[in-house]
């Protein structure tokens, strides 16, 4: 997948670069262009900001995209009637899915950088507001363009191609830290993993893929249907696990989470479950009642497994903003987290919140969530997710 | 680690206030900080740079150069560029239409859609007096539409049954027939979640747009958003013809920079605002009001609105006649302030509006703890109703009593009852003085230079 990604990615930088070679006001009169169209406070053309205003018409004008990159245009227009039906995914989806964080991101820091051949206090700049833009937060952002700029000036080098290379070094650096799969501890019998996070972020959607997951490979699972504030949740997950064919232990909407959770404990292991995946209600890091009660659920389903929950796993919509660090800041006080989640990098979040989340917390990231099928979910590898961002 | 939107101005805009005059460098070097800190707020770039762009053209003009005092003019110029990036003015539902007037939402997965049809229904059936009908045309998530009639019950409004095997188009036009025969005055048209790069689904809500003629279509957001609110609004606005927008998860710590992206691209009204997980955590949209919280100025007419809302007038009465008479002040009084303070959200809630408080340091908001006052109200739960009436006679065992019965322990008892106390004696002054020579004590400690 990786190389029929790179295939549509050097067809597209050929463009650029042709595009670059030609005239640079080219691309001047571009950026206006996408300017003047999309908002009327428009910046100078060599601005970065200006030019990452062509994503959405990039990411919707078939006529843009190149030839190699139909199969992935084709695969995003799937009827929603598939959709719906769980039509098989492909194995390129993930870059498909990145590549549209990196038709934007990557693309135009390569023009960028291929246009400025001398590295200058301004090309830095460019490069910081560049990761700000991909929501990768001040923090991590300075200190990765602190890195590049030490590195650099060690190895003695000042081309704009050892930029990018440190770059992308940076940045490896950064999101492989928190690479580290999720491992079933066979001992545990079952093992428990407690999902939790904010309102519409994707729980349930990634728990059925979870079981999908864990059932293909084998095990025996089941689901407790913690979310019993939502209207609707409970059925929901039922739908789910009735699709899966999974085994799905609930209570009526309204009652008490931490009590069906423990029941469906005593379920699992009288019918000899390996795991056991429990849905929790959305809820807002900032109502500590709320979060309260999540404590409350460690504390009583620890009553029937004291070394439950084994995997706390919180879930990040990958279009939240700099608010996700304190989202695994305040969970991770009530609940010990082991892992992290990050859902819909299908669409055009850039996900970058995931640098600074491993730079403040270095929480484990095992999974990113690629699309609305129970099979739209992956493993986390950094590698993958720096080359489809930048390379 | 990050400070919060408010702090980052005050901050930046202090280092001004300490020199005599504005200077292209040091404005340069605020405006630098603004920047950061709107991008730390999740402000799009493009938005932040115009935003920036005109705050430094205005700051830089005569009215700085005139002014005495330079800080209070910058901290104007950037409210005020809020305001107007933020919108002007409120705006509700447009019902300038022969009923029913057909509200379409629309919005990403997760964004709050379901949630909102239930609150927005609910808020015109209550405040607005209309008979309201919705309907889901969210075939695809699992559940979607058993959610909405459970949220349609919850409110009492009448929801219109749909099918995931019929077609969101169909499902509109039913509807609407059926609103029409019915006589509704407003349907709610809920849709799925979907991307804004998804070609077909953003076809379909065109296609079901265009055949259900919306008065309003709403876009929601989640108010968490990061850089990707432009995107999305754009790629949103381009396709569907939006009137309006609604704001959700207001109530988390966001720092909201998504609402100035969403209404800088899309130039539509924010019309509303979702602030928590009843049916009833629905409010109009205050723009001047964001802008000053923004600013530290504190939202204090949304905190007067909301007490007014939601303290239980009698009970307040009854106690400002007892002040005032200077009758007993009981334990009986103290839990009944206790709760009504609980309805309001809890003292943390009240704070954050109040200007100023960006400033306390973290040690101090701690100490005003939620946590607090639900003990206290265990603590009185478990008294007699003599016992609440003459605390005096509250003594060793009759703590120890109360100590088991609230779950607490006896120093808490003890500590409740020292609070009582103080409360009693600060009742007592206030019989004379009244209110507002208090109040003016506390107007010093406001910041200089508000405008109040």
């Given at each position: 997948m990786i190389n029929f990604f790179k295939k549509k990615n050097k067809n597209k930088t050929d463009k650029d670069k042709l595009k670059t070679d030609a005239v640079t006001e080219q691309v001047t009169s571009d950026a206006d262009a996408d300017a003047a169209a999309s908002k009327p406070a428009s910046q100078p053309a060599?601005?970065?900001?200006?030019?990452?205003?062509?994503?959405?018409?990039?990411?919707?004008?078939?006529?843009?995209?190149?030839?190699?990159?139909?199969?992935?245009?084709?695969?995003?227009?799937?009827?929603?009637?598939?959709?719906?039906?769980?039509?098989?995914?492909?194995?390129?989806?993930?870059?498909?899915?990145?590549?549209?964080?990196?038709?934007?991101?990557?693309?135009?820091?390569?023009?960028?950088?291929?246009?400025?051949?001398?590295?200058?206090?301004?090309?830095?700049?460019?490069?910081?507001?560049?990761?700000?833009?991909?929501?990768?937060?001040?923090?991590?952002?300075?200190?990765?363009?602190?890195?590049?700029?030490?590195?650099?000036?060690?190895?003695?080098?000042?081309?704009?191609?050892?930029?990018?290379?440190?770059?992308?070094?940076?940045?490896?650096?950064?999101?492989?830290?928190?690479?580290?799969?999720?491992?079933?501890?066979?001992?545990?019998?079952?093992?428990?993993?407690?999902?939790?996070?904010?309102?519409?972020?994707?729980?349930?959607?990634?728990?059925?893929k979870l079981a999908r997951k864990y059932k293909s490979m084998g095990k025996k699972v089941m689901l407790a249907a913690g979310d019993t504030f939502r209207a609707a949740a409970v059925e929901q997950l039922k739908t789910w696990g009735e699709r899966e064919d999974i085994p799905v232990m609930a209570q009526k909407t309204g009652a008490d989470s931490a009590s069906v959770i423990f029941d469906a404990m005593t379920s699992a292991k009288a019918h000899n479950m390996d795991v056991l995946i429990a849905d929790t209600a959305g809820r807002l890091h900032t109502q500590a009642n709320l979060m309260q009660e999540l404590e409350k659920i460690s504390r009583v389903i620890q009553k029937n497994d004291d070394t439950a929950p084994h995997e706390t796993l919180i879930v990040i919509d990958g279009g939240t903003g700099q608010n996700a660090i304190s989202q695994v800041r305040e969970f991770n006080k009530a609940n010990a987290l082991s892992g992290v989640v990050i859902t819909k990098l299908d669409g055009t979040p850039k996900g970058g919140v995931l640098f600074n989340l491993a730079a403040e917390f270095g929480i484990p990231v095992r999974f990113i969530g690629v699309g609305e099928k129970s099979t739209d979910l992956k493993s986390y590898k950094a590698a993958e997710f720096v080359d489809a961002i930048i390379d | 680690m990050f400070d919060n939107l408010t702090d980052r101005l005050s901050k930046s805009i202090q280092k001004i206030r300490g020199q005599a005059n504005l200077s292209e460098d040091n404005i340069k070097e605020a405006l630098r900080e603004v920047r950061v800190a709107l991008l730390e707020a999740d402000v799009a770039l493009p938005v932040v740079k115009s935003f920036i762009e005109d705050v430094r053209e205005r700051a830089l003009g005569t009215e700085v150069l005139t002014s005495l005092k330079p800080a209070q003019v910058l901290v104007k110029v950037v409210?005020?560029?809020?305001?107007?990036?933020?919108?002007?003015?409120?705006?509700?539902?447009?019902?300038?239409?022969?009923?029913?007037?057909?509200?379409?939402?629309?919005?990403?997965?997760?964004?709050?859609?379901?949630?909102?049809?239930?609150?927005?229904?609910?808020?015109?059936?209550?405040?607005?007096?209309?008979?309201?009908?919705?309907v889901s045309a969210d075939v695809y998530r699992p559940a979607a539409i058993e959610q909405l009639q459970t949220v349609a019950e919850q409110v009492g409004v009448e929801w219109f049954p749909s099918s995931v095997i019929d077609d969101p188009v169909t499902i509109g036009m039913t509807a609407l027939q059926a609103a029409k025969k019915g006589y509704f005055d407003v349907l709610i048209v809920d849709t799925a979640g979907r991307l804004a790069v998804d070609e077909a689904m953003m076809k379909e809500i065109k296609s079901l747009q265009n055949s259900i003629n919306p008065t309003e279509t709403l876009f929601v957001v989640d108010a968490m958003t990061g850089q990707d609110a432009a995107n999305t609004a754009k790629a949103f606005s381009d396709a569907l013809d939006l009137t309006g927008v609604v704001l959700t998860k207001v109530d988390g710590d966001a720092r909201g920079g998504a609402a100035l992206s969403v209404k800088n691209i899309t130039g539509k009204p924010i019309k509303f605002q979702g602030v928590g997980e009843k049916m009833e955590a629905l409010e109009p949209f205050h723009p001047d009001r964001i802008a000053s919280s923004i600013l530290g100025m504190g939202d204090v007419l949304s905190l007067v609105e909301e007490v007014e809302r939601k303290v239980d007038k009698k009970e307040a009465e009854k106690l400002a006649k007892k002040v005032a008479t200077g009758n007993k002040f009981t334990l009986e009084d103290f839990q009944s302030q206790l709760l009504q303070m609980q309805n309001m959200g809890g003292m943390s809630s009240m704070l954050d509006k109040l200007p100023g408080m960006s400033n306390l340091p973290d040690m101090v908001k701690?100490?005003?703890?939620?946590?607090?006052?639900?003990?206290?109200?265990?603590?009185?739960?478990?008294?007699?109703?003599k016992e609440k009436r003459y605390p005096q006679l509250i003594k060793g065992s009759r703590k120890r009593r109360i100590a088991n019965g609230s779950g607490t322990t006896i120093q808490d008892v003890s500590k409740l009852l020292k609070q009582y106390n103080q409360m009693q004696k600060m009742m007592r002054k206030f019989k004379g003085k009244g209110m507002m020579k208090m109040m003016q004590k506390l107007g010093g400690k406001l910041p200089g230079g508000m405008p109040f």
């Open positions: 060599h601005d970065a900001g200006v030019m990452n205003q062509e994503i959405p018409i990039d990411a919707v004008d078939p006529k843009q995209t190149t030839p190699a990159a139909e199969p992935a245009e084709v695969e995003i227009v799937v009827p929603p009637e598939l959709l719906a039906q769980g039509v098989e995914p492909h194995q390129y989806q993930l870059s498909q899915q990145l590549s549209k964080t990196n038709d934007n991101f990557g693309k135009k820091m390569k023009q960028m950088l291929s246009l400025k051949k001398q590295i200058d206090e301004d090309l830095f700049e460019e490069l910081e507001t560049t990761l700000l833009m991909a929501d990768v937060g001040a923090t991590a952002t300075m200190e990765v363009i602190e890195k590049v700029r030490k590195s650099l000036k060690r190895r003695n080098l000042s081309d704009s191609d050892a930029v990018f290379d440190a770059l992308k070094a940076q940045l490896t650096e950064l999101a492989q830290v928190v690479e580290q799969p999720l491992i079933i501890d066979e001992s545990k019998q079952p093992f428990v993993i407690l999902v939790v996070g904010v309102n519409g972020v994707g729980k349930t959607t990634t728990i059925a | 409210q005020e560029e809020l305001v107007k990036v933020l919108g002007e003015e409120t705006s509700g539902i447009n019902f300038n239409a022969q009923p029913p007037v057909v509200i379409l939402m629309a919005g990403l997965q997760g964004a709050g859609k379901t949630t909102t049809t239930g609150k927005l229904a609910k808020f015109l059936k209550e405040r607005e007096n209309k008979k309201v009908m919705v701690d100490q005003v703890n939620d946590k607090s006052t639900g003990r206290m109200l265990a603590v009185i739960s478990s008294m007699t109703l």
